[in-house]
């Protein structure tokens, strides 16, 4: 029930196109999704974080879309550039138990 | 200007042979956490500190171990590393416990066990 599914494990898109990675949770005690963003050698770093009162977010070419009742939330990425290639995971808490269980991660490719 | 700093960035050692990762941090952070990362996996917790309480993850071997001597400095420790170990370790920190505080990662240390 702590689990956090991820896909796709890797994604390839267009210079300029959308990329979409989906997550789902099972935990409905679950109040906080963030995503975060590794680069090859890096440590990760948070991109964005949405919690389940409302069911968008949108920063700059970023986006979360949360489906609450589904227990589905996704990235979308507008105009996706190379420098947007790395490795995304998303991620569940809840309050009380402050351990982030995170899913299996996207590698997201983009091509010129 | 990096905020949380881990040393060093690459180790080697051999099997069995003790092996302790450093980790700072610039922020004044009340909690700090150690990760496992293994080839093309999620982070995993192992422990994480609240100022000077320990909480060590259930499924986290008892070679691991962690010190916490000031705010700004934690250590993992790993008495007798194997082969499984060689890993990516990631030292995180956040302002406090709960959700919506966001977790500041470490470029963190490669660790082969040869």
């Known amino acids: 029930q702590q689990q956090v599914k991820q896909s796709p494990q890797s994604l390839i898109v267009q210079k300029g196109g959308i990329s979409i990675i989906n997550c789902a949770y099972e935990n409905t005690a679950f109040d906080y999704f963030p995503w975060y963003q590794q680069f090859p050698g890096k440590g990760p770093a948070l991109l964005i974080a949405?919690?389940?009162?409302?069911s968008e977010k949108k920063e700059g070419r970023f986006t979360i879309s949360f489906n609450k009742s589904a227990k589905q939330f996704s990235l979308h990425i507008m105009d996706s550039q190379p420098g947007d290639s790395a490795t995304y995971f998303c991620a569940a808490s809840n309050f009380g138990n402050e351990k982030l269980t995170f899913g299996t991660g996207t590698r997201l490719t983009i091509i010129p | 200007d990096a905020m949380v700093i881990q040393n060093p960035r690459y180790q080697v050692t051999q099997f069995g042979k003790p092996v302790t990762l450093s980790c700072s941090q610039t922020l004044n952070h009340n909690v700090m956490y150690w990760y496992q990362q293994k080839s093309s996996q999620a982070p995993k917790l192992l422990f994480h500190y609240y100022d000077k309480d320990f909480n060590n993850e259930a499924d986290t071997p008892d070679n691991f171990q962690s010190r916490r001597p000031n705010t700004s400095f934690c250590f993992l420790d790993i008495r007798s590393p194997g082969l499984g170990d060689t890993a990516m370790y990631l030292c995180?920190?956040?302002?406090?416990?709960?959700?919506?505080?966001?977790?500041?990662f470490g470029d963190g240390t490669r660790l082969s066990i040869l």
């Open positions: 949405i919690r389940p009162d409302v």
């Open positions: 995180a920190t956040s302002r406090d416990l709960g959700p919506n505080q966001p977790q500041h």
